[in-house]
Antibody, heavy 119, light 107 residues
Framework: QVQLVESGGGAVQPGRSLRLSCAAS????????MHWVRQAPGKGLEWVAA????????YYADSVKGRFTISRDNSKNTLSLELNSLTTEDTAVYYC????????????WGQGTLVTVSS | EIVLTQSPATLSLSPGERATLSCRTS??????LAWYQQKPGQAPRLLIY???NRATGIPARFSGSGSGTDFTLTISSLEPEDFAVYYC?????????FGQGTRLEIK
């Protein structure tokens, strides 16, 4: 069964940085696009960033562009998200999600990691 | 950015009843729409992709229809485990966007 396990969340002050990781297993990681999707407490889903299977293409939501950086290491089956200049608006559960073959839908999700930005 | 508007915000029904959830998009997205189910404390689960195709393992009581700007998720006969929040999502253009969700609650 496909597994995606996020880590790296926690409490951080505004303006600080954090790095999230997602460990992938039981599928050929290097052949799938990957995404980060977040969900603020009690709110809906917000797509954050995407990276192509080989890592050459990146896409970002306007709300995080210039502050967040998505990356991947196909040799280690790991997806990362670097979060800089954090604000309270970035408080959310961050999910990594696999892009389904043939389309930009999310067929597998991790359990999520909570990022809390507060002074 | 393509805006997705889901209705109703909350739907109160009883087990065994039929549920009809709507998703409208601010511009045509052909059939590039997905539906997800999310239960409290869990990650979303893909139900339907490309408007009408059930994802692997999804029961036949879930069906999707529509194209262009109007889409519908139908649950033919509600089971107790179907009460959850449902989101639609488009993949036609960046940024990927979701609807605000419909909460399906037990009446």
């Amino acid at each position: 069964q496909v597994q995606l396990v996020e880590s790296g969340g926690g409490a951080v002050q505004p303006g600080r940085s954090l790095r999230l990781s997602c460990a992938a297993s039981t599928f050929t990681f290097s052949t799938y696009g990957m995404h980060w999707v977040r969900q603020a407490p009690g709110k809906g889903l917000e797509w954050v960033a995407a990276i192509s299977s080989g890592g050459s293409n990146e896409y970002y939501a306007d709300s995080v562009k210039g502050r967040f950086t998505i990356s991947r290491d196909n040799s280690k089956n790991t997806l990362s998200l670097e979060l800089n200049s954090l604000t309270t608006e970035d408080t959310a559960v961050y999910y990594c999600a696999r892009a389904a073959s043939g389309g930009t839908y999310f067929d597998y999700w991790g359990q999520g990691t909570l990022v809390t930005v507060s002074s | 950015e393509i805006v997705l508007t889901q209705s109703p915000a909350t739907l109160s029904l009883s087990p065994g009843e039929r549920a009809t959830l709507s998703c409208r998009t601010s511009q045509s997205i052909s059939s590039y729409l997905a539906w997800y189910q999310q239960k409290p404390g869990q990650a979303p689960r893909l139900l339907i992709y490309d408007a009408s195709n059930r994802a692997t393992g999804i029961p036949a009581r879930f069906s999707g229809s529509g194209s262009g700007t109007d889409f519908t998720l139908t649950i033919s006969s509600l089971e107790p485990e179907d009460f959850a929040v449902y989101y639609c999502q488009q993949r036609t253009s960046w940024p990927i966007t979701f609807g605000q969700g419909t909460r399906l609650e037990i009446k």
